[in-house]
T-cell receptor
Framework: GQQLNQSPQSMFIQEGEDVSMNCTSS?????WLWYKQEPGEGPVLLIA???AGELTSNGRLTAQFGITRKDSFLNISASIPSDVGIYFC???????????WGAGTKLIIKP | KAGVTQTPRYLIKTRGQQVTLSCSPI?????VSWYQQTPGQGLQFLFE???????NKGNFPGRFSGRQFSNSRSEMNVSTLELGDSALYLC??????????FGQGTRLTVV
């Protein structure tokens, strides 16, 4: 089915590094959501964005709703071991209630 | 308030059998969506139910079906199981907003 273009697919980083990932689409979205999934569990909502240009933080996480409404970014500052997991973006367009999902970014922290 | 509850958490079935999975939404949530997630894969949308009606449907064969009851609880059924149906099945529920809240999933293994 439809998917957003989420990149990178995976990231290998050192503890303490900053992380950046993004989702892009050729279509305009009204809402962007960012989730984190740990092994064997369901995704957990991290941040929700509702307005173009909106910048929202949740602790060390910061997400932005792109001005064009076709993209969104998630940054994690000073990564720690518990940040490992798969991060998903999701968007909703117009009156279509179905959420469209990115393929996920797998975050791995090098020991 | 209680989160999304999926039962059972784990299930082992034989090829050719059928299986029914259950999802109890957060109180007040009328939308229930189902997703299939295979190892290393993203979230593949199966279908969404809202007020007992299927509102959206993904690209899965007819062996995958669902329903929703008047109390918003939903069930998903897979008939004639195949080895490739082994996956984590997730349900996500929504209230009036866009944000989806996930259950812990049901891990289905087909042998």
């Amino acid at each position: 089915g439809q998917q957003l273009n989420q990149s990178p697919q995976s990231m290998f980083i050192q503890e303490g590094e900053d992380v950046s990932m993004n989702c892009t689409s050729s279509s305009i979205f009204n809402t962007w959501l960012w989730y984190k999934q740990e092994p064997g569990e369901g995704p957990v909502l991290l941040i929700a964005l509702y307005k173009a240009g909106e910048l929202t933080s949740n602790g060390r996480l910061t997400a932005q709703f792109g001005i064009t409404r076709k993209d969104s970014f998630l940054n994690i500052s000073a990564s720690i071991p518990s940040d490992v997991g798969i991060y998903f973006c999701a968007g909703q367009r117009g009156s279509n209630y179905q959420l469209i999902w990115g393929a996920g970014t797998k975050l791995i922290i090098k020991p | 308030k209680a989160g999304v509850t999926q039962t059972p958490r784990y299930l082992i079935k034989t090829r050719g059998q059928q299986v029914t999975l259950s999802c109890s939404p957060i109180s007040g949530h009328r939308s229930v969506s189902w997703y299939q997630q295979t190892p290393g894969q993203g979230l593949q949308f199966l279908f969404e139910y809202f007020s007992e009606t299927q509102r959206n449907k993904g690209n899965f064969p007819g062996r995958f079906s669902g329903r929703q009851f008047s109390n918003s609880r939903s069930e998903m059924n897979v008939s004639t199981l195949e080895l490739g149906d082994s996956a984590l099945y997730l349900c996500a529920t929504r209230g009036d907003g866009t944000e989806a809240f996930f259950g812990q999933g049901t891990r289905l293994t087909v042998v």
